[in-house]
């Protein structure tokens, strides 16, 4: 065989089990999916139901593959980088030297500034209008388009449903770019990690920037049928607003309406 066939020969080989992996990522992955998506839906929902869940144009389009590429496993982390010579430190977690996975980013790690910030942001939101914080898990991340709360009588508390979405998909998310920032951007110095006021302020600014499209998204004039519902806006975001009880019961068209947790200011700093 010659060396450029050896060359082609190898990598058909890398190729076919780099797939074989992404298929079976995939298939754990849509299993954690399926248990986890349980306790936040009626049921276990179908594959078709997960995908179609990942492709509804209310997330946005950075949410939506940030969730497509979890479910086809195709972020190297990891065991990826554990057969490839002079590259296997990359599968290692540098805050706590855990084998890093996504599951573990976004879940798991115990020395995470970034995770454990957002997650108690998120659930701090939440419980201004609701009670309970449902236990996050991979799959739940994986599947929280398909969340599905109702009321006593069994009807889908639309607002409150996609609330749990935009509070689960974009504090994931954000999770995932903050670590890419300190791995990649800033190549894991610690002195260049991001504060805890840093973290706070930016995950702040994120869902108040969701608030505003949501309720530039109404606009029916500009974007016609594919506008938002004003009552859907209004019940996904009512109750956990800042001076709610100064606002006018249909806020949609008033300016500065923010969510109820407040930027952290430098020290000596007063509002």
Avoid at 162 to 186: D, G, N, Y
Avoid at 244 to 266: C, S
């Amino acid at each position: 065989m010659s060396q450029g066939s050896q060359r082609l020969f190898y990598k058909g080989i890398r190729e076919a089990n780099s797939q074989h992996r992404k298929r079976r990522q995939t298939r754990i992955a849509l299993a954690i999916t399926h248990h986890a998506t349980r306790e936040i839906s009626l049921g276990t929902p179908t594959e078709a139901q997960i995908w179609r869940s990942i492709r509804d144009k209310d997330l946005p389009k950075s949410i939506r593959g940030f969730l497509w590429k979890n479910l086809h496993g195709a972020y190297r982390l990891g065991e990826f980088w554990q057969n490839i010579p002079n590259f296997e430190q990359r599968g290692t977690c540098n805050l706590c030297r855990e084998v890093e996975s996504m599951e573990h980013i976004l879940t798991e790690c115990e020395n995470s500034p970034a995770r454990k910030i957002i997650w108690k942001l998120a659930e701090e939101l939440w419980k201004k209008r609701e009670k309970d914080w449902p236990d996050v898990r991979y799959g739940t991340i994986l599947g929280s388009n398909l969340a599905h709360f109702t009321d006593s009588k069994g009807k889908r508390l639309e607002g409150k449903s996609r609330l749990f979405t935009i509070l689960i998909t974009e504090s994931a998310h954000m999770i995932w770019k903050l670590r890419c920032e300190h791995v990649i951007k800033f190549d894991n110095a610690e002195e260049k990690f991001h504060s805890d006021k840093e973290i706070h302020n930016r995950w702040i600014t994120t869902i108040n920037k969701r608030l505003k499209f949501d309720k530039l998204l109404t606009n029916t004039s500009k974007y016609g049928k594919s506008a938002l519902r004003e009552n859907l806006v209004l019940r996904t975001w009512s109750g956990v607003l800042k001076g709610e009880d100064n606002l006018p019961d249909n806020w949609i068209r008033k300016e500065g309406v923010l969510v109820g947790i407040v930027n952290r200011l430098p020290p000596g700093r007063s509002r």
